[in-house]
């Protein structure tokens, strides 16, 4: 079987009135997972480190930058060998603050949110990776 290993980083965001973003992804892009709400990121390039992959997608999705280092809070397994696309993907999450206005890359995310982690939760359709880091 031929696998394709990929690694993800992703960053949950929190600005400075305690609220977290949440974007949802645009259809045309993730066909797959339509106008789901997710946070901020997305795959690595290989030979740059996570922490500048993490600063990387935040700057392409948001155009917001990262005010301290980020924190690691999960590593998730996710094994997409059973859904026939040969995909092993390693999602690293991390929760981070920032600053700034947002000014979204509408190709990728079509709407942003700036909630409680209580609003979050109540979200239904939410990213179903990021729904297990809630739960």
Known sequence: MNINLQVGVKAL???KEGKYLLIRRSPTKYPEAPNRWDIVGGRI???ASLF????REIKEETNLDL???PRLIAAQDILKIQEHDGRHVVRL?????I???VTLDTEENVEYKWLTLEEV???EDLDRYFRELLD
Not at 52 to 55: R, T
Not at 93 to 97: D, L, N, P, Q
């Open 52 to 55: 500048e992959n993490l600063k």
């Open 67 to 69: 005010i301290d280092e």
């Open 13 to 15: 965001l929190k600005n």
């Open 45 to 47: 390039n290989p030979g």
């Open 121 to 123: 939760r109540a979200i």
């Open 93 to 97: 999450t991390y929760v981070g603050s």
């Open 99 to 101: 600053d700034g206005e």
